[in-house]
Each structure stands twice: as C-alpha cells, then as structure tokens.
C-alpha cells in the first residue's frame, strides 16, 4: 500500500522536473574582425615641420605613405576626407613622432588627391584589413552566358 503512494510519489516529481528544451538550433555568430577606425585632423607634411623637429621622419612629396601611431607598420588605411566624401588607400609608414592632436600625417599627394582644405583637414581613417578585399581576374563570358543576357526581358 505505501509503495503505490511511494510511486506514484515518484512519478509525479518525475513529471514534473521534467522540462521541455528550447529545439532552434541557432546559428553560431560570426564574428567579424574589425580594424581600426577614427575620425579627426589631419597634418599635411612639409620640410619646414620636419626642420622645426615637429616631426621625427621625412615624407616623400609623392609617396601614398603616411604616420599613425594606432595602426601597425606596412598596413594598408583608407582615408576619406569627410567633407567631399574622397577617399585614397594609402600605406602605413614607421612609427614617427607627431603632435598628439593631429590622428595622421599625409603627404602632400593625398592632401592634394582628397582636396583637403588645409585650415580644416578633417579626415576619416579606416583600417583595411588583409582578408577583407580581394581583386577580381579577368574573365571569359561564354556565349551561352551572352545568349541568355539577350533574351532576359527587361521591363
């Protein structure tokens, strides 16, 4: 008699502990790798900040070379110039020493392919990462392909 109350007992704690689980199976979040990216002034080089020892490294007036302390050596950034929306990719130079107010030094070229206004050279630095950009081979376009593009209707 007490062992059929003893298990239904049990059978009822059973049920009731038992709890249905959650059957979506989500998918793993991708993480994306980010590089560095910043918004700020600028400095244009010239010979005169290099002589008054305001920069530690020379510039080449034609290089796509340019300083951040941020980013590491040889790694490729864009820059945009916020106020036209021009962008140049450029080179990260070696570390030099520059004004802690300014977030990059550009050469001239840049300065001068983004048409920075020199009073206010606002610029957008984006790091480009190595895996993020690949640049496409030429192609063949079969002529079944050129066949099919013909017939497409297009409204």
Same mark, same amino acid.
């Given at each position: 008699?007490?062992?059929?109350?003893?298990?239904?007992?049990i059978i009822f704690?059973? *049920?009731?502990?038992?709890?249905?689980?959650?059957?979506?199976?989500?998918?793993?979040?991708?993480?994306?790798?980010?590089?560095?990216?910043?918004?700020?002034?600028? @400095?244009v080089y010239s010979?005169? *900040?290099?002589?008054?020892?305001?920069?530690?490294?020379?510039?080449?007036? #034609?290089?796509?070379?340019?300083? %951040?302390?941020?980013?590491?050596?040889?790694? %490729?950034?864009?820059?945009?110039? &916020? @106020?036209?929306? #021009?962008?140049?990719?450029?080179?990260?130079?070696?570390?030099?020493?520059?004004?802690?107010?300014?977030?990059?030094?550009?050469? &001239? #070229? /840049?300065?001068?392919?983004?048409?920075?206004? &020199?009073?206010?050279?606002y610029v957008e630095?984006?790091?480009?990462?190595?895996?993020?950009?690949? /640049?496409?081979?030429?192609?063949?376009?079969?002529?079944?392909?050129?066949?099919?593009?013909?017939?497409?209707?297009?409204?």
């Amino acid at each position: 008699m007490y062992y059929k109350k003893f298990l239904l007992l049990i059978i009822f704690l059973f *049920l009731i502990s038992c709890s249905t689980k959650n059957l979506i199976n989500n998918k793993p979040s991708v993480s994306t790798v980010k590089g560095y990216s910043n918004k700020g002034f600028a @400095l244009v080089y010239s010979n005169d *900040l290099y002589n008054q020892k305001k920069l530690s490294n020379k510039i080449e007036e #034609r290089s796509l070379i340019v300083f %951040q302390k941020n980013i590491k050596t040889d790694s %490729q950034v864009k820059i945009t110039n &916020i @106020l036209n929306s #021009r962008s140049v990719i450029g080179t990260v130079g070696k570390n030099s020493i520059y004004p802690s107010f300014n977030n990059i030094v550009l050469s &001239i #070229r /840049i300065a001068e392919e983004l048409n920075l206004d &020199i009073d206010q050279p606002y610029v957008e630095i984006v790091e480009i990462m190595d895996n993020s950009i690949f /640049i496409a081979k030429k192609t063949k376009t079969y002529d079944e392909e050129k066949k099919v593009a013909v017939k497409a209707p297009v409204n």
